[in-house]
């Protein structure tokens, strides 16, 4: 059945000469021709940069604890295509999977349609068969000619932190915060729009200027909703339904306590059946694969023995960014591993990594658009202790690990797939 599913994936990649092709006409198109699927179902659209799965992450884990059935359509996936299509609360097996590809790859009839834009129509038209379902929907590239912004209405809008990052898809005196923003943002829907923590107060009056003329009620992370850290495993979050004292979440990171505080300020203002013990036992189950994630077994695990092993798909500069302000609260040895596709902001990525031991580049493999680790290294060159390996395998071999210390591995979602799978 793998094979089947990799058959018609490969059959999907040469519908259309680009990889993207920033455009709704294709998509509209083919939706109406399997009955507008989008306009049956009921979602909450997630845009950014950064922290877009983690946030469906959160709300997920919550609706389930309320036993509210979801389906969840996030990527790119990290280990298998499958990830991408959750359904009442669950993976899609891989015939149904397949069986779903070939009936809409039927109807489509062999015209020019992206990638993303065919696997968008094929949860589009899945969803719809479970009109009661909340769908948990990650917008793509930018989201103004994204596949996914073909809804006519939506529950809410959730604008997670925006930063510079796909910057080759913009000409070169538009590469801007200002136009990143106008591009995620200007054509919101009309329902509830929530705007997660800023990197900066600048990210946040720009997005404010651009969804200006919107009519949704609008909540703004600081403004409308807050969190701030206890002590003895708690937070607090705050919005103006009153204050809620919250254990620590299952997952790592300063970071996720924004994703989270976003989270529950969507699901609160959207007034469905959840209640303070669903969110209070929902952030201690969120499934998180390769954001901060620690490896507790497996073959890669057992080349460092009692060694912390994380991996972290972060390969933006704000992902850098709250990536380093984790590692900075830790007290021990911290050696990075680290691989990058060829479009990303190398130097500039790398720049936030302070008080490191050691840095390793690596190739990814099987990613003809990923910079050879050589390049990296080269790139890297003032940084002390710089060296290259060719596999993940030998860079961890490599490192002359003391009792405590941490090996992080990130730069790259691709790379992280790739670390699971070795493991």
Known sequence: MKMKLQKILSRFLKLHPKEIDLSLDRIKLLCEKLGNPQDKIKAVSVVG???????????????????????????PHIQRINERFVFNNQELEDEKLANLFEEVESINDNQKITFFEILSSCFFYKAAQYSENINLIEAGL???????NILKKNLASIVTSISKDHLDWLPKNEQTIEKIVFEKTSLLLNSNIIVSKQSSINTTECIKKTISNNSSKKLFFNEDFSYSNGENGFFYYEDKFGGLKLPSPNILGQFQLENISTAIATLRLLNIDIKDNDI??????????????????????????NNQLIIDGSHNEDGARVLNEYLQTLDCNKHVIVGMMANKDHEKYISYFKDISSLTTIDIPGQSNSISGKDLKEKFRSIPNVQYKKSIKQAIESIPLQKSDLVIITGSLYLAGEVLNLN
């Open 49 to 75: 940069t950064n922290g877009k799965q983690s946030t469906i992450n959160a709300l997920f884990s919550i609706l389930k604890e309320a036993n509210i059935k979801c389906n969840v359509y996030t990527s």
């Open 280 to 305: 209070k036992n929902g952030i201690k189950k969120i499934e998180s694969i390769a954001r901060l994630q620690e490896i507790k077994s497996g073959k890669l695990k057992e080349l460092i023995k």
């Open 142 to 148: 930018f989201h103004r000619y994204d596949a996914t």
